[in-house]
């Protein structure tokens, strides 16, 4: 009984294992690549300073955004490179901000419930993700995030896999169909 657990257990961390570099991937796709500078041999930078090209970019859309004070695609940019940077804090201050100018936009909302669980804070993350699927019910990123949190944030692996389950109703040819299945399978299979 206990060796079935422990395989029942390393099974589940896998899976969540998986489904989180697959959703890391698929955010890191979705934004523009941000080239990384070239290491020099004498400079090093700052702990969480940003490669040099992406300094560049922060410094031009901060001045870009104190002209434009009300452009909320501004504050979303500065937000997106502090979250591709795991400065999830950062990131979710400056989409606050967004939200604050143009609310109801389901990715920067989506991102900031990611940023929530990021630290730590699972049951805003649920709450906001919740906020974003009543306006857009069937916003395919939010209920895919939901189900993932849900299932390694609070490990309530039935109401994930009910997540998933509906996002896969909805959206039946959603790029990781497959791997979503699959993982319900598996998640099925060890909750017997």
């Known amino acids: 009984m206990r060796l079935n657990k422990f395989y029942v257990n390393l099974v589940f961390a896998f899976v969540v294992l998986v489904l989180s570099l697959t959703a890391v991937g698929s955010v890191i796709k979705m934004r523009s690549n941000y080239p ?3 290491e020099s041999s004498g400079n090093s930078m700052p702990q969480n300073h940003p490669p040099i090209d992406m300094s560049k970019e922060l410094a031009e859309l901060e001045q870009l955004s104190a ?10 940019k500065i937000g997106n490179i502090y979250y591709d940077m795991d400065q999830y804090e950062k990131a979710a201050a400056y989409y606050t901000q967004s939200l604050g100018l143009s609310p109801h936009d389901p990715n920067v909302e989506t991102d900031l419930a990611v940023c929530f669980h990021y630290l730590g804070q699972d049951d805003r993350s649920l709450e906001t993700f ?9 916003f395919a990123q939010a209920m895919f995030n939901k189900g993932t949190v849900l299932i ?7 109401g994930g896999i ?9 959206h039946p040819d959603f790029t990781k169909k497959t791997e979503i299945q699959q993982s319900i399978d598996q998640l099925k299979a060890s909750l017997k």
Request: hydrophobic residues 30%.
């Open 162 to 170: 009910a997540v998933w389950e509906k996002l896969l109703r909805v």
């Open 36 to 38: 990384v500078a070239p």
């Open 130 to 138: 919740e906020k974003v699927l009543q306006y857009s019910p069937d």
């Open 67 to 76: 002209k434009d004070p009300g452009n909320a695609n501004y504050q979303t």
């Open 152 to 158: 390694s944030g609070k490990k309530d692996i039935q």
